[in-house]
């Protein structure tokens, strides 16, 4: 009856309603189409990027582990290697000094075992460093990186300084020791890949936020090779930064100054992140 | 939902009103009542502050209009036209709203969703039925009036979707890795 009406050519009102009416379905039907599809989309968005997150969260992982593996490695060979024959030539002296009833020979040889005996402890010692500096633990992240920045400077090779700015309140331990660690890390990649001449590491705070930027004129790389390093097999020690920085909600960021002629890294991290104590636990 | 189950109550209570009684003010005062019913629905639904003074305004206008052209004449279509004027743009921005809101993982798992699009549908279906029904000659008006029963039906059986529905109480996380496809 409707079509009958639409179809005379006098009702020109009914024609309007007619098509008027298909319009506005047509148009509503599509929009929440839409809406459906667009929503599938958006999901398989998200979708498509937890998987990446998470791939990028298993080479984390994986570079995590190594460096641990790494590190156990290494102290292992520092006590096997070092402490290991040392200790066994104190303790042939000593034997000997069972044996030997001669004075003179007995205190050479109480002489010598102590002598060896102070090397294992200040090899000891070294090793427990490496684990923890302990300017870092006595005296806080300034005073680490003073520390670390004279030793480059004094090996002559480099120019390495460092100034902070607004330090007055110390973090939490071991929150510096990661912040610490992402700055040994950093400087160590300048050191072997960057053939700089000097490196300058400065601290500020702005609002909420806590910055440490590292400058410095040698080769360098700039935040798309960091994220290519960061999803290749590649690049061990810049995803063991990224990891640290994870544990902090921090971010870094390498560029190429406004002059072209340094290179700078910056890591950014938040205040309130760095004061509680589960920050490091997260 | 408690609005939706009164505006179907009072849907049927005006049917049976209008067909026992000859009350002169039922159409009219249906309208302004399901306008009421609506703006409440979109100003519960919405959940942007900017956004839930739109409803509130939109009534004040309504109201005002509406009450001028209160006639004894049996139903106000210039109201209704009005109405649906007002709701199709509610039903864009409470979509629009659904969409950007991160805990709704799937929109149509939702009972507000087809809430809305039954309104959608119904007010854009015969929006141009309410505008045009007085031009058109008495004697063709009722066979027009089938495009209103159409909707109303879909309308209603939207509204049965919604009900029948089983509320989404699942967690974020369990939903957050299902694939659409599935």
Redesign the interface.
Known sequence: ??LL?VTNPDSR??L??FF??IG??A???G??VF??F???RV??YQ?RL?RMEQDQQKLLLNASIRLQEEERQRIAADLHDDAGPLLATARLYLNENLVNLDKTTQLQSIYNAKQIIDDTIQLIRNISHSLMPPTLKNFGLESAVNDLFQKISGSGSMNASSRFHDYRERLQTENELIIFRVIQELVNNILKHSNASFIHLTQNTSGNKFFIRLHHDGRGITQSDFNKLNKSNVGLGLKNIQSRLKVLHGQIFFEKDMSQTYYKVTIELIKEEMSTPEAGLQ | MWVIFLYCLLSVLTEILAGVTKFPFIGDSYNIVQFTLFSLFFYLSLKDKKFKYIPIAGAVVFYIIAIRNFTNIGFDTFSSSLASVFIIPYC?LS?YE??RDPNI????NYKKFWII?AF??YF??????Y??IY??PKE?RS??W??NNFFEILKNILFCVAFIMKKDTRPSYLT??????I
């Open positions: 009856m409707i009406e009102v009914s309007v309603l008027g009416t506005m379905l148009l509503t039907i929009l929440i809406i459906i667009h929503q599938r999901i398989r979708l937890q | 864009i979509l659904q969409m993982v799937i929109v149509y699009a959608f549908i854009s279906g015969t929006l141009f039925l505008i045009y031009t058109l063709q066979n027009y089938a495009i957050d890795n299902l694939d659409p496809d």
